[in-house]
């Protein structure tokens, strides 16, 4: 089972309890890569199911919708944003933000979602989420999170997580194989294992 950097942390120690109850004896290693990682692992096999976000057109792989999760601003518990209730995408032009180095697609998706960031000078790059949250704590900068990795188990009170204006930036995370894997029932296991999860961040695609 492969997944992303930026979904591996928050989703695994969700998945992973469930999948030991309704699939005790199905094998299950685990692989964090880059999209085009494992975009090139499921094509040689060796992974045979990977969870990526969308897009994901590749030939020869398929994929299923799983879930939308929206973007949350994260910001210094001292910043001049701490108290603000929204933030608005196109005001990150004006701060200092941290994101994942640019092989990541989750930068990607917040440039896309932020126009602006792309055009700017100073946005400093790290190679983890968890190393760019522990960055901002430190006063260092502002980012923007999935709200799985801003959910209140992950409370920190260095750091305010602010929720973007509606409608929010979200991404849609999905779950993809060979077209030619024919265990097609671990992934429907693994499919119903994310759908019961009992998160607020998730709105499952029907």
């Keep these: 089972l492969g997944m992303i950097h930026s979904v591996g942390p928050y989703l695994l120690p969700e998945i992973i309890p469930i999948l030991r109850k309704t699939a005790p004896d ?36 398929q ?20 108290t603000r209730k929204q933030i608005n995408p196109e005001e990150l032009s004006d701060e200092k933000v941290l994101l994942l180095n640019s092989g990541h697609c989750f930068s990607n998706q917040v440039t896309q979602a932020c126009p602006e960031l792309s055009r700017k000078g100073e946005v400093l790059q790290g190679n983890s989420l968890e190393t760019i949250r522990n960055m901002v704590a430190s006063n260092l900068g502002i980012t923007v999170l999935p709200s799985s990795a801003t959910a209140e188990r992950y409370n920190n009170p260095l750091i305010k997580v602010i929720p973007f204006t509606s409608p929010a930036p ?35 695609v029907a």
């Design 63 to 82: 994929y299923k919708a799983l879930y939308d999760e929206e973007f949350d601003v994260v910001v210094p518990s001292h910043h001049h944003w701490a």
């Design 26 to 61: 199905m094998p299950l290693e685990v692989e964090e890569n880059l999209t085009a990682n494992l975009e090139a692992q499921l094509r040689n096999g060796v992974i045979d199911v990977a969870i990526i976000a969308l897009p994901f057109d590749v030939p020869g792989l």
């Design 170 to 204: 979200t991404r849609r995370i999905a779950i993809a194989w060979r077209k030619s894997f024919v265990r097609l029932e671990a992934v429907e296991i693994i499919v119903d294992a994310i759908k019961a999860i009992d998160s607020d961040y998730m709105k499952m």
